[in-house]
């Protein structure tokens, strides 16, 4: 896991099951020459989804990001990135759904 005290994230709480929202919030404590890129990273190392935020961000914002779908495929720890540039921070939450054949990754279907 990354963390540069640079950018802060944190989350409203750290185990959702399946659709349940995300609350992410992150602020920005320094001006950056790049725009804040949001990704949120399966078990498996596989992008769920990523948001450009466009240069014009405050320096704090809040994104509600629904668990489920396609590239939730696995039960397990989940990634959250933001980065500027070559500047990232990162935190992790817990997904459960139980739609998921496997619980965990490593788990035999």
Known sequence: ????SRIVVS???S???????VVIHFWLNESFAS???LVIISPLNE??????????????????????GP??????DYTI?????NVCSDIMFEYYSQYNRKRHVGDMV
Do not use: Q, W
């Not at 185990?15 to 929202?21: A, D, M, P, R, V």
């Open 71 to 76: 590239k939730m495929t696995v039960n397990g």
């Open 11 to 13: 989350s409203d709480k």
């Open 35 to 37: 725009p804040p890129i």
């Open 81 to 85: 990135r933001v980065c500027c540039g």
């Open 1 to 4: 896991m990354k963390h540069d």
């Open 15 to 21: 185990y959702y099951n399946h659709g349940e929202e």
């Open 47 to 68: 992008i769920v989804t990523h948001m450009n935020m466009g240069m014009d961000l405050k320096r704090t914002e809040t994104i509600v990001f629904a668990c489920g």
